[in-house]
């Protein structure tokens, strides 16, 4: 991010000097983004060929991701010390003994300034709680300080990482439910770990899950799903198949897309990817969904119905059935749903953004904390996280080239209006609550996308007059060719109004906010528990529901040391929530307003009107909640960070 423009403005309404100035200000930004098509992870996909500095994350960024590696190096050392004493050893090998004596260093380090309670009138946590350390009275950091403290934040982040790679305890022991749950030594195991998965859970996370932008509703069979009517009237008592879709009231996830994917390996074991049908149903005067049946495949002559089991020769079967169904729903999460749908695309919206939009733009000054740290944080997902030898390859079904490509047809893939909230709630024939009543992803993002679309055409309508100056707007419309063009987003407007505008503006904020928390928390929550949902099942998919044991549902799970890197992983990107949604800030030092315009932040303007609605939502959310049978917290706006910085 830069500097905030104080006085934003249109290009036709400057003076030729203004005009000349805004010119030479976006050559050397398109300088500065550059775009590529080559980076190695993801080979097709326009993103920024180099990291800009100013992209870089804030000290109060660092210090947050300090707090949870330190919480990361600590559970692995609880492990370590619970397997040290179980082999009556008594004390941590040397290098555990190392080890501890740097976290330490860093936790005292982190101490004082994870103890700081901020005045009253907020600004940036860390960089008061440092200020008050280096003697308080000072009322500014000098810049030279700040570099300071941030080349100290990232050596404590370095050894952190590696302490996290040199403390991870080996395998041992036959894989059981509790050995998985025992890898949260020091955090509280998820709720989830205790079920793993129940039916009411497994089908509650179609609608309420890590990946709840899949379901559809469906008013036929699908041709190559092999389920009966006689099947369906077996699992839902008092209702045929014929009536339920007659009403509306089926509902399918399909995912065949992961058909792309081919086969994995790590450390010589064989990975399997996986590629279901499942149905889901609500029942008759119901008002949440049940699971109906799955198909482990897209060939019905190869892959045979499973339905939930009364009979417990058939338990085991089905519960393989649903595992099979979650990792295929934490493939479809990762590479479509969060990574493409999200990351990447924010961030070619963002490079053709800087390429051809004035920093004194009314639509860059909005939407360039939304742009905030995506760029770094890709960066480094490109690099190591969707990387050969990275976690996604060793916990992935799919070879990594394999992953990397289906990754980059999701996001080109991508239309952009089509999956704007509404069209898109549409598009999948889940809008309507009389046929879908228990739906909190739904519900609760058109509550916030509502908010967003408000504030964006708010604040628009101070800079355009009218659909005219939208339609005179030369930088806008350089940008508009920019993502249809050079970007490669796919279904983004032609836009000659303000309501166009508007659309477009609110879905580039939705999805880099409230989206990507949607995706992103329930990793933490969810996800962290590597059974509940993971990326391969390691064992050859069962050819027949009945005749399975739990030794053959308990072989489909990965190796605990992967359970562990996921655990790590997962609770790092799902515990950091930096800047809420309506909370403006610049991220150069010293971390102040963003918005400068009186127009905008003054009383009874666009902002105030927008923070006002957003704790309208909170308070409709929150009540909700309480009535929800399973609280969904991840579309609060206090807990959505207003960018993709994780």
Request: with cysteine; hydrophobic share 45%.
């Amino acid at each position: 991010m830069s500097l905030p423009p104080t006085n934003p403005s249109l290009p036709q309404n400057d003076t030729p000097e203004q005009k000349a100035a805004r010119a030479a200000q976006i050559v050397q930004a398109r300088d500065t983004y550059a775009w590529t098509i080559t980076i190695p992870s993801l080979p097709g996909v326009p993103l920024a060929s180099t990291l800009p500095d100013s992209n870089k994350p804030t000290l109060d960024w660092l210090v947050l991701l300090v707090g949870i590696g330190v919480q990361l190096v600590r559970n692995q050392l609880a492990i370590n010390k619970s397997a040290s004493e179980a082999q009556a050893l008594g004390v941590l090998p040397a290098a555990l003994d190392e080890a501890v004596v740097k976290l330490v260093a860093i936790e005292t380090w982190l101490a004082p300034i994870s103890a700081y309670t901020p005045p009253v009138h907020g600004g940036s946590v860390i960089i008061q709680a440092l200020e008050k350390l280096a003697g308080g009275i000072v009322k500014d950091l000098q810049l030279g300080e700040i570099g300071t403290k941030i080349a100290e934040t990232e050596a404590h982040i370095a050894t952190l990482l590696d302490l996290i790679g040199k403390t991870a305890p080996a395998a041992s022991g036959p894989v059981t439910m509790d050995e998985y749950r025992k890898l949260f030594a020091t955090f509280a195991v998820p709720g989830i770990a205790y079920e793993c998965v129940s039916d009411e859970v497994f089908a509650h996370l179609r609608v309420a899950g890590p990946n709840p932008m899949l379901i559809k509703g469906i008013d036929a069979i699908p041709a190559n799903f092999g389920v009966t009517a006689e099947q369906y009237a077996g699992v839902v008592a008092g209702d045929t198949l014929s009536a339920a879709l007659a009403a509306g009231r089926l509902f399918l996830c399909d995912y065949a897309v992961l058909e792309i994917l081919e086969p994995g390996t790590w450390q010589g074991n064989a990975k399997y990817p996986v590629h279901p049908i499942a149905l889901f149903a609500i029942p008759p005067q119901g008002d949440a969904l049940v699971p109906v049946a799955i198909q482990c495949g897209q060939d019905p002559t190869q892959y045979p119905v499973f339905t939930p089991a009364p009979v417990a020769g058939n338990r085991w079967g089905w519960e393989m059935a649903k595992s099979i169904v979650q990792v295929a729903d934490g493939n479809w999460h990762e590479l479509l749903a969060h990574l493409a749908h999200t990351h990447l695309l924010i961030e070619s919206v963002a490079v053709a953004a800087h390429r051809t939009l004035a920093d004194v733009h009314p639509v860059w000054a909005l939407l360039l904390p939304h742009f905030e740290g995506t760029l770094f944080i890709n960066d480094a997902a490109a690099t190591s996280l969707i990387a050969p030898n990275g976690p996604i390859d060793h916990i992935f079904a799919g070879t990594i080239k394999s992953t990397q490509v289906l990754a980059v047809q999701a996001r080109l893939g991508f239309d952009f209006t089509e999956r704007m909230p509404p069209n898109d709630f549409t598009r999948r024939g889940v809008a309507d609550p009389g046929t879908l009543p228990t739906y909190p992803y739904r519900d609760d993002a058109l509550r916030v996308w509502q908010a967003i679309r408000g504030w964006a055409a708010d604040y628009l309508a101070v800079y355009y007059a009218d659909d005219a100056a939208v339609a005179a707007d030369t930088e806008l419309a350089a940008w508009v060719a920019s993502v249809q063009g050079e970007a490669k987003v796919t279904g983004f407007p032609s836009i000659a109004t303000r309501d166009q505008l508007a659309d477009a503006c609110a879905m580039i904020m939705f999805t880099a906010s409230a989206q990507h928390a949607a995706v992103n928390f329930p990793q933490r929550d969810v996800m962290s528990f590597a059974p509940a949902i993971s990326g391969a099942i390691w064992a050859p998919l069962p050819s027949q529901q009945a005749g399975q044991d739990k030794t053959g549902w308990l072989s489909q799970f990965l190796p605990l040391p992967l359970a562990l890197e996921q655990l790590n992983v997962l609770m790092l990107l799902g515990s950091i929530h930096y800047r809420p949604l309506g909370d403006y800030q610049s991220n150069t030092y010293p971390y102040g307003p963003w918005f400068q315009d009186p127009a905008v932040t003054g009383a009874g303007g666009p902002l105030p009107r927008f923070q006002a609605v957003l704790k309208q939502v909170e308070a409709e959310i929150v009540a909700a909640n309480a009535n929800r049978l399973f609280p969904y917290p991840y579309l609060q706006p206090s807990l959505i960070p207003t960018s993709i910085n994780i």
